[in-house]
C-alpha cells in the first residue's frame, strides 16, 4: 500500500522541515558556585591593610613592655603588623571555607567567603558567604552549619598556643584604664599550660597573634549559638527541627539579659533582634525536612556544643582600671601603652585602633 508521502509529487515533500524553534526549550540551568572574584579579592586586600594596621599597633604595644621601653616607628612595624592579620585571616578564611568546601561536596550553590574590613580595634567585622540554595537534607545542613565552626577551631588553638610562646612574663604596670577582654576556658587552660600560676606583681605581654585568636574565640562562640540562621540554628534545626524556634526565642532572651549584666552584648543582641523581626524564628526548612539526623551527627553536635563552651565569654568586653579590682586577665589599653591586670593567669593588652569592638557575626555564614 504506498502512502501520499511516498510519492515524489506530494506537495508536503517539496517543503522542508521547519528547523527545532529554541525558543520552546527549558532555559538551561545557571552554573553553581559563581562569583564576582574581583569582588572577593578587593575585600581580602582591603581587609588585610586594615587588620595589618592595628597589628602594627599590636606589636608597637608588644614591644614597649607596657610602656617601659620606647618604641620607634618605622616600616618594619607593618611587617610585623602580618602577625596578627595573618593570623585572624587565617582562622576567618577556615572557617568560611569549611562552609564553602562542604557547599561544594554536597552541590549546594554558595559564593566564595566575603571579608569585611572594618575600622575599629579589631580591623574587620568578619567574613561570610553567601549560600543560594535550599539545604536538601537535614543531614546537609547540619555538615554544612559545623564544618566552618571546627575548621576554624583547628587553626585558632595552635595559633593561640604559637603565640603564648613569644609571649613573656614581666612586671606590672600599677597604673592604666582600657577595656578589659572576656577570658574563656580556652584561654585561662592554655595560659596556666604555658606560664603556670603568675605571681603577684607580674603579669604577661602577649604577642599580637594571642589577640587574633582571642578575635577568632569570640567570632566561634558567637556562630555557635543556637539561633536562627547562625550556625549554632542549622545544628539545632537539623537536630529538632521546627522544634528549634523555641530555641532561637530562648537565645534572644537570654542574650537580652545579658546585655544587663554587660553593655558588650548590645551589638549582638540587636542584630538578633532585627533577624527576628525580618526573618522569623523559624530556620528556613530543607528540601526534606522528616528525614531524621544520623545519629553520629549527634556525637559531632556535642563536639561542637565543647567547642561552644570553651571559647563562650558571658562579658567580652568591659572598661577596665588597674586603679580598681578587675577579674579580668586579658585586656586592651586606651593609651599608647598597653595594661592588664594580675592573677593565677597571664595578662594581655594591646593598643587599639580607632573604633569600638566589633565582632564578626564573625564569620557568620
Request: hydrophobic fraction near 45%; charged fraction near 15%.
Amino acid at each position: 500500500m504506498a502512502f501520499p508521502s511516498d510519492d515524489p509529487g506530494y506537495p508536503g515533500n517539496a517543503f522542508p522541515l521547519e528547523p527545532f524553534d529554541a525558543s520552546f526549550a527549558p532555559p538551561p540551568k545557571p552554573r553553581k558556585f559563581q562569583s564576582r572574584l574581583w569582588l572577593h579579592v578587593l575585600l581580602f586586600v582591603l581587609t588585610l591593610i586594615s587588620t595589618t594596621a592595628v597589628g602594627a599597633l599590636d606589636y608597637a604595644a608588644y614591644l614597649s613592655e607596657f610602656g617601659s621601653r620606647p618604641v620607634h616607628g618605622d616600616l618594619t612595624l607593618i611587617l610585623h603588623g602580618l602577625w596578627y592579620s595573618g593570623t585572624i585571616l587565617s582562622i576567618l578564611g577556615a572557617h568560611e571555607m569549611g562552609h564553602y568546601l562542604f557547599c561544594r561536596r554536597y552541590d549546594v550553590d554558595a559564593t566564595l567567603p566575603y571579608f569585611i574590613p572594618m575600622l575599629s580595634f579589631v580591623g574587620t567585622l568578619g567574613a561570610v558567604i553567601k549560600i543560594r540554595d535550599r539545604f536538601p537534607t537535614r543531614k546537609i545542613l547540619f555538615d554544612i552549619g559545623v564544618a566552618g565552626p571546627i575548621a576554624g577551631f583547628l587553626v585558632l588553638v595552635p595559633a593561640l598556643f604559637y603565640g603564648l610562646r613569644l609571649s613573656y612574663v614581666v612586671a606590672e604596670p600599677s597604673t592604666g584604664t582600657g577595656y578589659a577582654l572576656g577570658e574563656p576556658l580556652l584561654f585561662k587552660w592554655a595560659t596556666r599550660m604555658m606560664f603556670g600560676v603568675i605571681p603577684d606583681g607580674f603579669t604577661v605581654n602577649m604577642h599580637p597573634i594571642v589577640l587574633a585568636s582571642w578575635f577568632g574565640m569570640l567570632a566561634t562562640a558567637l556562630n555557635l549559638l543556637p539561633f536562627g540562621q547562625f550556625d549554632g540554628g542549622h545544628l539545632t534545626h537539623a537536630m529538632l527541627g521546627r522544634r528549634s524556634r523555641w530555641i532561637s526565642l530562648a537565645t534572644v532572651l537570654g542574650a537580652t539579659g545579658m546585655t544587663f549584666i554587660s553593655w558588650s552584648w548590645l551589638f549582638m543582641t540587636l542584630v538578633m533582634i532585627l533577624m527576628l523581626r525580618f526573618l522569623g524564628p523559624s530556620h528556613p526548612p530543607v528540601m526534606n525536612d522528616y528525614e531524621p539526623l544520623p545519629k553520629s551527627r549527634w556525637i559531632v553536635a556535642a563536639l561542637a556544643a565543647a567547642i561552644l563552651i570553651v571559647c563562650f565569654m558571658p562579658v567580652p568586653l568591659e572598661p577596665y582600671d588597674l586603679g580598681q579590682p578587675t577579674n579580668s586577665v586579658i585586656a586592651r589599653s586606651s593609651d599608647p601603652h598597653p595594661r592588664s591586670s594580675s592573677g593565677e593567669s597571664p595578662a594581655a593588652t594591646t593598643t587599639p585602633a580607632e573604633g569600638p569592638a566589633s565582632s564578626s557575626g564573625g564569620s557568620f555564614p
